[in-house]
Protein backbone atom coordinates (compact mmCIF):
# COMPACT_ATOMS: atom_id res chain seq x y z
CA UNK A 1 0.00 0.00 0.00
CA UNK A 2 0.96 3.61 0.17
CA UNK A 3 3.23 4.98 2.35
CA UNK A 4 5.24 8.23 3.71
CA UNK A 5 8.97 8.23 5.45
CA UNK A 6 9.94 10.94 7.40
CA UNK A 7 13.39 11.64 9.02
CA UNK A 8 12.83 10.72 13.10
CA UNK A 9 12.91 13.79 15.14
CA UNK A 10 13.08 15.75 17.39
CA UNK A 11 15.30 18.57 14.76
CA UNK A 12 16.31 21.40 17.24
CA UNK A 13 18.06 24.17 15.36
CA UNK A 14 18.89 27.78 16.70
CA UNK A 15 17.02 30.76 15.23
CA UNK A 16 17.84 31.81 11.88
CA UNK A 17 19.31 28.33 11.10
CA UNK A 18 18.48 26.44 7.61
CA UNK A 19 15.72 24.14 7.82
CA UNK A 20 15.82 20.40 5.61
CA UNK A 21 12.75 17.80 6.61
CA UNK A 22 13.38 15.08 4.30
CA UNK A 23 10.28 12.93 3.19
CA UNK A 24 9.73 10.03 0.72
CA UNK A 25 6.65 8.83 -0.32
CA UNK A 26 5.80 5.21 -1.75
CA UNK A 27 2.72 5.16 -4.18
CA UNK A 28 1.30 3.95 -7.40
CA UNK A 29 -0.23 6.49 -9.49
CA UNK A 30 0.22 9.85 -8.75
CA UNK A 31 -0.95 10.99 -5.56
CA UNK A 32 -1.27 14.83 -4.34
CA UNK A 33 1.84 15.91 -1.78
CA UNK A 34 1.09 17.81 1.51
CA UNK A 35 2.60 19.28 4.58
CA UNK A 36 1.04 20.11 7.65
CA UNK A 37 1.73 21.56 10.50
CA UNK A 38 0.47 20.78 14.21
CA UNK A 39 1.32 23.58 16.43
CA UNK A 40 0.95 22.03 20.51
CA UNK A 41 -2.68 21.40 21.35
CA UNK A 42 -4.11 22.58 18.24
CA UNK A 43 -5.68 20.42 15.44
CA UNK A 44 -3.58 20.15 11.53
CA UNK A 45 -3.16 23.23 9.49
CA UNK A 46 -2.24 22.81 5.99
CA UNK A 47 1.52 24.40 5.30
CA UNK A 48 1.92 23.61 1.62
CA UNK A 49 0.72 21.21 -1.42
CA UNK A 50 1.73 20.02 -5.03
CA UNK A 51 -0.42 18.24 -6.90
CA UNK A 52 1.79 17.11 -9.95
CA UNK A 53 5.50 16.79 -10.36
CA UNK A 54 7.95 19.33 -10.58
CA UNK A 55 5.20 21.41 -8.60
CA UNK A 56 6.49 23.65 -5.75
CA UNK A 57 4.43 24.32 -2.92
CA UNK A 58 5.27 27.63 -0.49
CA UNK A 59 3.70 29.44 2.06
CA UNK A 60 5.11 31.26 5.07
CA UNK A 61 9.20 30.64 3.97
CA UNK A 62 8.73 27.05 3.27
CA UNK A 63 8.93 25.40 0.45
CA UNK A 64 8.70 21.97 -1.14
CA UNK A 65 9.18 20.39 -4.65
CA UNK A 66 7.43 17.47 -6.04
CA UNK A 67 10.01 15.15 -7.27
CA UNK A 68 8.62 12.12 -9.10
CA UNK A 69 12.07 10.36 -10.04
CA UNK A 70 13.30 10.63 -6.52
CA UNK A 71 9.44 10.12 -5.02
CA UNK A 72 10.69 12.94 -2.72
CA UNK A 73 9.00 16.24 -1.02
CA UNK A 74 11.27 17.46 1.00
CA UNK A 75 10.00 20.61 3.32
CA UNK A 76 13.13 23.55 3.57
CA UNK A 77 12.90 26.93 4.89
CA UNK A 78 15.88 29.60 4.48
CA UNK A 79 15.94 31.01 7.95
CA UNK A 80 13.64 29.40 11.21
CA UNK A 81 12.29 31.02 13.88
CA UNK A 82 10.87 30.10 17.27
CA UNK A 83 7.17 30.04 16.48
CA UNK A 84 8.07 27.37 13.46
CA UNK A 85 8.37 24.97 16.27
CA UNK A 86 6.15 22.00 15.87
CA UNK A 87 5.40 18.70 14.96
CA UNK A 88 5.33 18.72 10.94
CA UNK A 89 3.47 15.85 9.38
CA UNK A 90 3.99 15.05 5.03
CA UNK A 91 0.84 13.77 3.07
CA UNK A 92 -0.02 11.94 0.05
CA UNK A 93 -3.55 11.45 -0.96
CA UNK A 94 -5.13 9.87 -4.42
CA UNK A 95 -8.67 9.98 -5.52
CA UNK A 96 -11.29 7.85 -4.41
CA UNK A 97 -12.04 7.95 -0.66
CA UNK A 98 -9.40 10.36 -0.88
CA UNK A 99 -7.88 8.65 2.73
CA UNK A 100 -4.44 11.16 3.74
CA UNK A 101 -1.74 8.74 4.02
CA UNK A 102 0.68 10.63 6.58
CA UNK A 103 4.28 10.17 7.53
CA UNK A 104 4.84 9.76 11.44
CA UNK A 105 5.54 13.23 11.47
CA UNK A 106 8.91 15.30 12.22
CA UNK A 107 9.17 17.86 15.66
CA UNK A 108 10.74 20.87 14.98
CA UNK A 109 12.47 22.95 18.00
CA UNK A 110 13.80 26.33 17.34
CA UNK A 111 15.86 27.58 20.42
CA UNK A 112 16.76 31.58 20.72
CA UNK B 1 -14.70 32.28 10.09
CA UNK B 2 -14.50 29.24 8.06
CA UNK B 3 -13.31 26.11 10.50
CA UNK B 4 -14.00 22.91 11.53
CA UNK B 5 -15.45 22.60 15.11
CA UNK B 6 -15.44 18.96 17.12
CA UNK B 7 -17.44 18.80 20.45
CA UNK B 8 -16.46 17.60 23.16
CA UNK B 9 -12.57 18.78 22.69
CA UNK B 10 -11.87 16.10 25.92
CA UNK B 11 -13.98 13.25 27.24
CA UNK B 12 -13.49 10.35 29.78
CA UNK B 13 -15.64 7.68 29.74
CA UNK B 14 -15.61 3.73 30.72
CA UNK B 15 -16.08 1.31 28.76
CA UNK B 16 -19.24 0.11 27.22
CA UNK B 17 -21.07 3.50 27.39
CA UNK B 18 -22.23 4.60 24.22
CA UNK B 19 -21.03 8.28 22.76
CA UNK B 20 -21.01 10.26 20.05
CA UNK B 21 -18.25 12.88 19.01
CA UNK B 22 -20.13 15.74 16.81
CA UNK B 23 -18.22 17.25 13.86
CA UNK B 24 -19.45 20.49 11.84
CA UNK B 25 -18.09 22.58 9.20
CA UNK B 26 -19.34 26.18 7.78
CA UNK B 27 -17.93 25.66 3.97
CA UNK B 28 -20.32 23.67 2.37
CA UNK B 29 -18.07 21.25 1.87
CA UNK B 30 -18.97 18.01 0.04
CA UNK B 31 -16.23 15.75 1.70
CA UNK B 32 -15.78 14.66 5.28
CA UNK B 33 -13.39 12.52 7.26
CA UNK B 34 -12.50 10.88 10.79
CA UNK B 35 -9.36 10.29 11.40
CA UNK B 36 -7.34 8.49 14.39
CA UNK B 37 -3.92 9.42 15.54
CA UNK B 38 -1.99 7.43 18.17
CA UNK B 39 1.63 7.63 19.19
CA UNK B 40 4.05 5.92 16.42
CA UNK B 41 1.14 4.91 14.11
CA UNK B 42 0.51 8.72 12.91
CA UNK B 43 -3.17 9.57 11.65
CA UNK B 44 -5.38 6.57 10.03
CA UNK B 45 -8.80 7.50 8.65
CA UNK B 46 -11.56 5.87 9.85
CA UNK B 47 -14.77 6.61 8.07
CA UNK B 48 -15.49 9.36 5.52
CA UNK B 49 -17.89 10.66 3.51
CA UNK B 50 -18.35 12.12 -0.09
CA UNK B 51 -21.52 13.70 0.21
CA UNK B 52 -24.97 13.68 2.23
CA UNK B 53 -26.31 10.15 2.55
CA UNK B 54 -22.63 8.86 0.96
CA UNK B 55 -20.73 7.17 3.88
CA UNK B 56 -17.99 4.08 3.73
CA UNK B 57 -15.09 2.97 5.63
CA UNK B 58 -11.88 4.03 5.86
CA UNK B 59 -8.44 2.16 6.91
CA UNK B 60 -9.91 1.69 10.75
CA UNK B 61 -13.61 1.26 10.86
CA UNK B 62 -14.41 -1.48 13.93
CA UNK B 63 -16.39 0.07 16.40
CA UNK B 64 -17.29 3.14 14.91
CA UNK B 65 -20.19 4.47 12.71
CA UNK B 66 -21.03 7.11 11.29
CA UNK B 67 -23.42 8.91 9.73
CA UNK B 68 -24.54 12.59 7.09
CA UNK B 69 -27.71 13.16 7.38
CA UNK B 70 -26.96 16.66 6.92
CA UNK B 71 -23.27 18.23 4.62
CA UNK B 72 -22.38 20.27 7.55
CA UNK B 73 -22.36 17.78 9.98
CA UNK B 74 -20.70 14.40 10.38
CA UNK B 75 -21.31 12.68 13.51
CA UNK B 76 -18.71 9.62 14.83
CA UNK B 77 -20.90 7.37 17.01
CA UNK B 78 -18.80 4.62 19.56
CA UNK B 79 -21.58 2.39 20.05
CA UNK B 80 -19.50 0.56 22.62
CA UNK B 81 -16.40 1.99 23.89
CA UNK B 82 -13.00 -0.25 24.54
CA UNK B 83 -10.00 0.74 25.94
CA UNK B 84 -8.31 0.40 22.55
CA UNK B 85 -10.25 3.26 21.52
CA UNK B 86 -8.58 5.60 23.77
CA UNK B 87 -6.97 8.10 21.34
CA UNK B 88 -6.89 11.70 19.98
CA UNK B 89 -9.53 12.39 16.73
CA UNK B 90 -9.87 14.67 14.25
CA UNK B 91 -12.53 15.28 11.85
CA UNK B 92 -11.56 16.85 8.30
CA UNK B 93 -13.60 18.44 5.45
CA UNK B 94 -12.62 19.42 2.04
CA UNK B 95 -15.13 21.11 -0.77
CA UNK B 96 -15.26 18.37 -3.61
CA UNK B 97 -16.66 15.40 -3.29
CA UNK B 98 -15.49 14.46 -6.49
CA UNK B 99 -12.64 15.43 -7.06
CA UNK B 100 -9.28 13.83 -7.68
CA UNK B 101 -7.80 14.22 -4.36
CA UNK B 102 -5.59 17.44 -4.84
CA UNK B 103 -8.12 19.36 -2.69
CA UNK B 104 -6.96 20.66 0.67
CA UNK B 105 -8.51 18.84 3.75
CA UNK B 106 -9.50 21.33 6.20
CA UNK B 107 -9.13 19.51 10.04
CA UNK B 108 -10.91 20.18 13.41
CA UNK B 109 -8.98 21.16 16.80
CA UNK B 110 -9.30 17.55 17.97
CA UNK B 111 -11.45 15.39 20.60
CA UNK B 112 -9.39 13.48 22.77
CA UNK B 113 -10.87 10.81 24.02
CA UNK B 114 -10.14 8.25 27.31
CA UNK B 115 -12.00 4.62 27.82
CA UNK B 116 -11.65 3.01 30.97
Known amino acids: GDSVTQMEGPVTLSEEAFLTINCTYT??????LFWYVQYPGEGLQLLLKATKADDKGSNKGFEATYRKETTSFHLEKGSVQVSDSAVYFC???????????FGSGTRLQVQP | EAQVTQNPRYLITVTGKKLTVTCSQN?????MSWYRQDPGLGLRQIYY???????DKGDVPEGYKVSRKEKRNFPLILESPSPNQTSLYFC???????????????FGPGTRLTVL
Open chain 1, 91 to 101: ALVKGGRRALT
Open chain 2, 27 to 31: MNHEY
Open chain 1, 27 to 32: ATGYPS
Open chain 2, 92 to 106: ASSPDGASFGGDTQY
Open chain 2, 49 to 55: SMNVEVT
